[in-house]
């Protein structure tokens, strides 16, 4: 009887290449095709998934969130050997948009209504690559981004990407360390990005405040005390953003 937003997190084609071995090559990633055969294999799946959650919940609003925690690395030649001596070469950016174009389009979406979305907890996401669109991009309707590690390139790409629509999920709320600051805390962290990012109007009913990283390392108490904290923060950042307006 659920109706409302529903997220599917799973974890991107390079994040999972570079981090999957295979026989003589080390990782996926090393192989050209292995990693094209992954990305669509990965597409496949995550379509099914999908398409069985419209049919047994029709009224969900489907999110797809795609973690790409590897990604900056992946296109900076960082990602090591299985041996750890050597690294492994940068992969091309339009190999990379290809990879998760396969994720934002058909077969992944089904013919339904699904965001889509790519989180990156790392320093260095491409932004402008990820909502790029057909020979430009990946073509992802937002991104999700820890705040503590966007620089001051992205500020102006994320600016640029508020200002035709697209979401900002901002991991506003620590996950590296006790989930200890408050309320107070959380919101001003909040207000200095937008201040920062000069779109204020523009990101009304655009932004989603989350936290940092995910939670699987806390107890369920502290998670639930995590949600209610971002939930209050939520409310009272759009009531500021309303009155901006």
Not at 71 to 92: D, H, K, N
Not at 144 to 171: C, H, I, K, P, R
Request: aromatic share 4%.
């Amino acid at each position: 009887g659920y109706a409302g937003a529903f997220k599917v997190s799973v974890a991107g084609p390079w994040t999972l290449a570079a981090a999957t071995g295979v026989a003589h090559t080390g990782r996926v990633l090393a192989d050209p095709g292995a990693r094209r055969d992954l990305a669509g294999s990965l597409a496949e799946g995550v379509g099914e998934l999908l398409a069985g959650l419209h049919r047994r919940l029709p009224d969900l609003e489907l999110v797809l969130q795609v973690d790409e925690p590897a990604l900056p690395a992946v296109l900076g030649g960082g990602i090591p050997t299985p041996g750890g001596f050597f690294r492994l070469p940068a992969v091309e950016a339009w190999e990379v948009a290809a990879g998760l174009a396969a994720l934002t389009a058909e077969p992944a979406r089904r013919g339904l209504d699904v965001s889509t979305l790519v989180h990156c907890c790392a320093p260095g996401l491409p932004i402008d690559l990820m909502r790029g669109r057909g020979n430009e991009g990946a073509g992802f309707d937002g991104v999700s981004l820890d705040l503590e590690v966007v620089t001051t390139e992205q500020y102006e790409q994320v600016a640029q990407a508020v200002e035709v629509g697209a979401e900002v999920w901002l991991g506003c709320l620590p996950t590296h360390r006790s989930l200890s600051l408050t309320a107070d805390e959380v919101r001003g962290r909040v207000l200095r990005f937008l201040d920062t990012l000069g779109v204020t109007e523009a990101l009304a009913g655009h932004l989603v405040l989350t936290p940092a990283c995910g939670l699987a390392g806390f107890t369920a108490a502290e998670v639930s005390h995590a949600f209610a904290l971002l939930a209050t923060v939520s409310r009272q950042v759009s009531e500021e953003l309303d009155g901006n307006g």
